[in-house]
């Protein structure tokens, strides 16, 4: 048990920035999926449109969530994770913002290709598995398991955008 134990502390050492941008990543992915689910519950029609692989109601959740988490993320990032990086204060808020943004919007479009691909995926050949019971509830939250698929994704890449170019 103490082997284990320093095990997970010395992998926690080793990997402490990019654990600390996993946590901030999960109050983004908080801040996202309760962003894309007030989109499509104020979207007219929503139980209709948000079955559909790539419907605009879909996309514009998809996207309000990304735009308002990657703003927190960038806060929380700057103070909590990049906070030792010596030329991290060498360009201004500003900048670094410019920068989070496109990286972020690289690691976005990774997560619209799994959530249309899977959420595609799943319509097609899923369909059938809807009517039988244990798959009832995963039918009906289909589309949030596929934003949070894209969202897993979309991490690796944005942690090194972030790590090799924003916060340098």
Known sequence: MTAAVGRLASF?????RF?????????????NMIIFRAVLWAWPGVPHVERAAGSLALQMAATAGWFVSVATNFLLNERFTFQDGASTWQTSRLGRLLRYYP???VAFALQLI???GVLYAVESFGAPLAT??????????????CNLMGIAVGTVANYLLARNWVFR
């Open 114 to 116: 799994v959530l249309n």
């Open 103 to 105: 990286s972020a919007a």
């Open 12 to 16: 926690a050492a080793r990997h402490r």
């Open 132 to 145: 039988v019971a244990p798959w009832r509830l995963l039918w009906r939250v289909r589309a949030d398991c």
């Open 19 to 31: 654990l600390l941008f996993c946590v901030v990543g999960a109050s983004g992915v908080v801040v």
